[in-house]
């Protein structure tokens, strides 16, 4: 009887040694199964903490970017209360680049001026971009400015170096291409008086085009109506006769029109206002202080209604070419329309390139600017294939 209690007892004893070293397996697995969750969600929340970083360091470094680009361009809000200055375009005469401004602007520019230290006046005229802001815009939208990168050895600065003349253009081509995001459309001008109404901006009609042909259905036009018109516009003409309802519903809004025609012998000033004579944006213009290069060449493309006229049969184009630049602009924008004028007869030419490409925008005054002529597009696709056809002969022979 001994010996049966004994072995009971042994087996009891002998299971719950077992049990004990199954006990302590399961929990060295379990231990070394949390052990290795706690590596997977450490390395996790390191990848996740270095994205972070990542991220945070690329946002630092493409609005370092811009910033350095702005300072390049030495951009300068025209307003001291806000971040921008945008006003509601008016249509005014003038055959170039020229807008007017409220008085409001030239005390911003001179005070500044005076707090920065430096001179109102100097070899180059106030150049302004003007441009009709994205409403749906939020920073970044540019691919390229998405898939910038931060150099290794965090040398901000020197990506932007200035005197890196050859690169310049291709590392502004982020900072143009995002423009392009912010903006319905832009362009560049300077200022022909500041006498125009507080919260206005004169638009002459290159400018206004080039704003309207730019955003396309993006934006609305309108035109400038003469307040006193229209408040004359309100009241009915009233005649004696028996057709008293005919005359009743007579205004003179055609007789406004009429009189506003640029063959009527009225005033056309430069920067004065043009009421209805031509559309403009129905938006607010942002406009902006800024400083372009001086231009070193610009290559023109004649428009097709120009070779029409007989562009190419002028005796001294370039000569033709050059009063009119000089007459009417200061600044050129990459594919703006310039007009030229040769014994009453218009011809319209497309700026195609600029030298300097960094901003796609020169001063064209005070600066000796080479003026060369570009095929246009149809040319160019017809010599094109012509180069084509004598290679494929000359390899035929």
Known sequence: MDFDRAAQRFARDQNKLKAQRQARQTNKALSAKAQREAAIRKQQAQKLLAERQRKQRQAEYVEQYMRQCDRNLHVKALSSSSSSLQLQPTSIHGEGDKISLP????????????????????????????????????????????DMVPPDDRDDDGAMDDDDDDNQAEKLAPYREELSHKYLAWTHGTVVEFTQE?????????????????????????????????????????????????????????????????????EKTAGHLAWGKFDVPNALVEISLVQLPKG?????????????????????????????????????????????????????????????????????????????????????GQEKEEGRRRRDDLYDG
Not at 124 to 136: A, D, E, K
Not at 326 to 353: E, F, P
């Open 103 to 146: 008085p409001s602007v030239l005390e911003h520019l001179t005070s500044s001026s005076q707090d920065d230290g430096t001179a109102t006046a100097s070899s180059s005229p106030w150049t302004f971009r003007i441009g009709i802001l994205n409403p749906n815009y939020s920073f970044p939208q540019s691919k390229l400015i998405q």
């Open 198 to 266: 507080e919260g206005h901006v004169g638009l002459p009609f290159g400018i206004a085009r080039a704003l309207i042909e730019q955003a396309g259905d993006a934006i609305s036009v309108t035109r400038t109506v003469d307040p006193a018109g229209a408040a004359t516009a309100k009241q009915p003409i009233d005649l004696p006769g028996e057709n008293d309802d005919e005359n009743d519903s007579m205004d003179v809004e055609t007789v406004n029109h009429e009189n506003n025609n640029d063959d009527d012998g009225g």
């Open 296 to 380: 070193r060449a610009c290559t023109l493309v004649p428009t097709q209604e120009a070779l029409e006229k007989g562009f190419y049969n002028l005796k001294d184009i370039k000569l033709v070419l050059e009063q009119s630049l000089i007459r009417t602009r200061a600044v050129l924008s990459l594919n703006d329309v310039v007009h030229s004028w040769h014994r009453g007869v218009q011809y319209d030419v497309q700026v195609s390139q600029l030298e300097p490409a960094d901003y796609h925008a020169v001063v064209c005054i005070n600066t000796d600017i080479t003026v060369e002529f570009g095929a246009p597009p149809e040319q160019e």
